[in-house]
């Protein structure tokens, strides 16, 4: 089974950017749908950009059009670039990935996100 590991998080002022990765140990063309997640402490985990195999992507409406998500070429590593960083996005984030269906069923361990204001 396909397994992510996300890296790239980190401690930044208001404003300012990260990039985060997620490396798949493997290519599968299974994996109907990758998207990057996030849980603030005390709230409930929340979708923040996903894409499809086909190339698709949504967003959600308090992150377009400061983050980015996009993949390699060799579709085995997603990226999530967080530009204009706000405090209210500071979170763990989480890559995942829709493997043989429609639902994330495969989970990374996830990475921190500090914004400070």
């Known amino acids: 089974q396909v397994q992510l590991v996300e890296s790239g998080g980190g401690s930044v002022q208001a404003g300012g950017s990260l990039r985060l990765s997620c490396a798949a140990s493997e290519y599968s063309a299974s994996i109907y749908y990758m998207g990057w997640f996030r849980q603030a402490p005390g709230k409930e985990r929340e979708g923040v950009a996903t894409l499809s195999r086909t190339g698709s992507t949504n967003y959600r409406d308090s992150v377009k059009g400061r983050f980015s998500i996009s993949q390699d070429s060799d579709k085995t590593t997603l990226y999530l670039q967080m530009n204009s960083l706000k405090p209210e996005d500071t979170a763990m984030y989480y890559c995942?990935?829709?493997?043989?269906?429609?639902?994330?069923?495969?989970w990374g361990q996830g990475t921190q996100v500090t914004v400070s204001s």
């Open positions: 995942a990935a829709a493997w043989m269906g429609y639902q994330y069923n495969i």
